[in-house]
Antibody
Framework: QVQLQQWGTGLLKPSETLSLTCAVY????????WSWIRQPPGKGLEWIGE???????NYKPSLKSRVTMSVDTSKSQFSLQLSSVTAADTAVYYC????????????WGQGTLVTVFS | DVVMTQSPDSLAVSLGGRATLNCKSN????????????LAWYQQKPGQPPKLLIY???TRQPGVPDRFSGSGSGTDFTLTITSLQAEDVAVYYC?????????FGQGTKLEIK
């Protein structure tokens, strides 16, 4: 049974750096992309980017200057950092597993609400 | 970015009825090398992460009831839910990952009439 468990800072001030980590339990860590997706309160889903076990990365271009993704294969974990946050970055952040062929996300973390307030 | 447009924004269907949700992309999501459409459908209930229902436009994720079916190719896709159940009340999203960045539609909210 595959499980994704995520954690990180929930309250941030403007200009601070968001940091989230997702641990993968079960399944192969090297056979998938590992994605981050966010959802502002009451709104739709936004894809942030993906990383694989060897560090191959795709970022959403509009966020690329502020996003850093990394992977720790020894722990089956991957991480997201988003710098210089503003209120517009307030959202529930999800980690997810994506298939190589199709990139559809078949397993998701529970979500972490990140609130940016001044 | 590929723009995904879902219609309608909201839909009310009677219990036991049929729901038809549409998704349109502004460019083809058909991957020519394997002839697969990189189009997925998700169901999201309040307070929960999205759940994968359909991938490759028409392949049902294991464990998803066969009341859910997907169709379409290229730029136009449909999710059909037959024999609507109360537990199907949710927001449904389509997603393309043919072109990075992957993009989602704005969602269709499905309710019981």
């Amino acid at each position: 049974q595959v499980q994704l468990q995520q954690w990180g800072t929930g309250l941030l001030k403007p200009s601070e750096t968001l940091s989230l980590t997702c641990a993968v339990y079960g399944g192969s860590f090297s056979s998938y992309y590992w994605s981050w997706i966010r959802q502002p309160p009451g709104k739709g889903l936004e894809w942030i980017g993906e990383i694989n076990h060897s560090g191959y990365i795709n970022y959403k271009p509009s966020l690329k200057s502020r996003v850093t993704m990394s992977v720790d294969t020894s722990k089956s974990q991957f991480s997201l950092q988003l710098s210089s946050v503003t209120a517009a970055d307030t959202a529930v952040y999800y980690c997810a597993r994506s298939k190589f062929s199709g990139r559809h996300c078949d397993y998701w973390g529970q979500g972490t609400l990140v609130t940016v307030f001044s | 970015d590929v723009v995904m447009t879902q219609s309608p924004d909201s839909l009310a269907v009677s219990l036991g009825g049929r729901a038809t949700l549409n998704c349109k992309s502004n460019q083809s999501v058909l991957y020519s090398s394997n002839n697969k459409n990189y189009l997925a459908w998700y169901q999201q209930k309040p307070g929960q992460p999205p759940k994968l229902l359909i991938y490759w436009a028409s392949t049902r994720q294991p464990g998803v009831p066969d009341r859910f079916s997907g169709s379409g190719s290229g730029t136009d896709f449909t999710l059909t839910i037959t024999s609507l159940q109360a537990e199907d009340v949710a927001v449904y999203y389509c997603q393309q990952c043919h072109t990075v960045p992957c993009t989602f539609g704005q969602g269709t909210k499905l309710e019981i009439k």
